[in-house]
């Protein structure tokens, strides 16, 4: 079962990287099916679902590995990711809140700072988002 899983993993990221994000869902799925708890699959899900602008599906993926992560899975990784969804989903002040949480889990981590700052811009510009979107 674990080398099956891993298997899956692999050829997600595989199929991820030439851009075949609906087989990288697939292998995915199957991953998670396997392994209900580990977060990675859900991650690599949202990942994928974000590429194929599929925001909604995306958000309750990295929602879902958020759940199960523990320190030290990516928590900041899946912050930003969040994050980034959020902004997607016209959900600017969540999207701040998000990336707030990836610099409290790493506070070195550039690329949370950067992307908060312009979610920040947005809330001042366009207001707080989108309510329940």
């Known amino acids: 079962m674990d080398e099956e899983f891993e298997d899956l993993m692999k050829a997600g990221a595989k199929l991820y990287q030439v851009?075949?994000?609906?087989?990288?869902i697939e292998s995915y799925s199957r991953a998670s099916l396997?392994?209900?708890?580990d977060p990675r699959p859900?991650?690599?899900?949202?990942?994928?679902?974000?590429?194929?602008?599929?925001?909604?599906e995306a958000f309750a993926e990295v929602n879902s590995a958020i759940m199960l992560m523990?320190?030290?899975?990516?928590?900041?990784?899946?912050?930003?990711?969040r994050g980034?969804?959020?902004?997607?989903?016209?959900?600017?002040?969540d999207?701040?809140?998000?990336?707030?949480v990836a610099l409290r889990a790493d506070p070195?981590?550039?690329?949370a700072k950067k992307q908060r700052e312009i979610a920040w811009g947005k809330v001042k510009m366009y207001g707080p988002g989108?309510?329940?979107?």
Not at 70 to 81: H, M
Not at 84 to 93: C, M, Q, T, V
Not at 95 to 100: D, K, M
Not at 108 to 111: C, P, T, V
């Open 19 to 24: 851009s075949d994000f609906n087989g990288a």
């Open 108 to 111: 070195f981590y550039e690329k």
């Open 95 to 100: 999207a701040v809140g998000s990336y707030t």
């Open 70 to 81: 523990k320190e030290g899975d990516g928590v900041p990784e899946a912050y930003y990711l």
């Open 84 to 93: 980034l969804i959020l902004e997607y989903l016209l959900r600017f002040a």
């Open 34 to 37: 396997i392994k209900p708890l």
């Open 42 to 56: 859900k991650f690599n899900l949202a990942l994928a679902r974000t590429r194929k602008r599929a925001y909604r």
């Open 130 to 133: 989108s309510i329940g979107n």
